[in-house]
Nanobody
Framework: QVQLVESGGGLVQAGGSLRLSCAASGRTGSRLVMGWFRQAPGKAREFVAAISWGGTSTRYADSVKGRFTISRDNAKSTVYLQMNSLKPEDTADYYC???????????????WGQGTQVTVSS
């Protein structure tokens, strides 16, 4: 079992920045891939970014490429999502998730956090 807790969401103006954190506990000794997903009201959950255990492989959705950066600190069992140049369309609930193999599909992730809300005002 892996428990994930997100933090760092909030209200920000367009063009601003936020850094989300996801603290993992439980089976954190496993070489887990970590991902960030988001879900806007009335829309399906979508992939945002993923990072391999060692941090050498990352993947981003086209909509956030160049603006968001995913990173991790395995010593702290924490994954981060630095979000810059935020846009109103980035408004959503953001979730972190973990899986054993690198993936961008939500269905491939076994463990999920409760989410943190990000609101970007225009």
């Amino acid at each position: 079992q892996v428990q994930l807790v997100e933090s760092g969401g909030g209200l920000v103006q367009a063009g601003g920045s936020l850094r989300l954190s996801c603290a993992a506990s439980g089976r954190t000794g496993s070489r887990l891939v970590m991902g960030w997903f988001r879900q806007a009201p009335g829309k399906a959950r979508e992939f945002v970014a993923a990072i391999s255990w060692g941090g050498t492989s990352t993947r981003y959705a086209d909509s956030v490429k160049g603006r968001f950066t995913i990173s991790r600190d395995n010593a702290k069992s924490t994954v981060y999502l630095q979000m810059n140049s935020l846009k109103p369309e980035d408004t959503a609930d953001y979730y972190c998730a973990s899986t054993s193999s690198f993936a961008v599909e939500a269905g491939s992730y076994a463990y999920w956090g409760q989410g943190t809300q990000v609101t970007v005002s225009s």
